[in-house]
């Protein structure tokens, strides 16, 4: 795969692409994924790093940007109205089994170290050893055009290095908090409901101000007195 034929993907993408390698790998009897099924997987509070709240609209969006970059593929399914979604990574890469396993687990956890790497593959392909990890993510990289993944450098005072997917571009600097499990909830919203967020925002403010000028006003009324 090649920079040509497909963009960098968002953290959505990456989410939605990351859940349909790992359902396919896990649950096959329930594979393709339905677009509920898929929504769930993303929203899914276990094994995910950061955990989010995506609505319909949002994975929506995201399955027609893979689709048009033929990363995934809509599965009709016969006597089924309901569509169902499965990855095209097979194609585009031709991963074995445990190559699909870490760059699934990249996806949906990000950053991570060897030792990581290793603990949470173990559900898709088992390794022996944190330098059978080592060994397999040098091996892919050197076998595949276009790097899927970088190691990082060592944040101060940690002993380990970690690995990041490089599906959505070059990693930014990390800080110690970046590797902290996290309990803030990444959220998406239609254009109304965040419109009525903003005019809410905007009512309160409002609110806010008037307070204060009639408190203003008070005490100007106050002031005045004294010299009447």
């Not at 089994?97 to 991570?112: I, N, P, S, Y």
């Amino acid at each position: 795969m090649d920079n040509e034929t497909y963009p960098l993907l968002t953290a959505v993408d990456a989410r939605v692409l990351g859940c349909l390698l790992e359902k396919a790998a896990t649950t096959p009897d329930a594979y393709p994924l339905t677009l509920n099924s898929l929504l769930l997987a993303c929203n899914q509070k276990s094994n995910r790093q950061p955990v989010v709240e995506y609505d319909e609209e949002t994975v929506l969006e995201s399955i027609d940007d893979l689709r048009k970059a033929k990363l995934v593929f809509r599965v009709d399914v016969a006597g089924s109205r309901v569509a169902k979604y499965r990855h095209n990574i097979d194609e585009h890469l031709g991963l074995d089994k445990a190559g699909k396993a870490l760059l699934t687990v990249l996806l949906l956890r990000g950053a991570q170290t060897l030792g990581e790497l290793r603990t949470r593959c173990e559900r898709m392909h088992s390794f022996a050893t944190t330098d059978e990890v080592e060994a397999t993510l040098k091996e892919i990289a050197e076998d595949i055009d276009r790097p899927m993944w970088t190691k990082l450098p060592r944040l101060p005072g940690k002993k380990e290095e970690r690995y990041q997917h490089l599906f959505s571009g070059e990693p930014t600097p990390a800080t110690e908090s970046d590797t902290a499990d996290s309990e803030a909830v990444i959220s998406t919203s239609s254009p109304l409901s965040s419109r009525d967020a903003r005019i809410q925002e905007l009512e309160t403010t409002v609110e806010t101000l008037q307070a204060e000028l009639d408190e203003l006003k008070a005490a100007f009324e106050e002031f005045q007195k004294q010299f009447q």
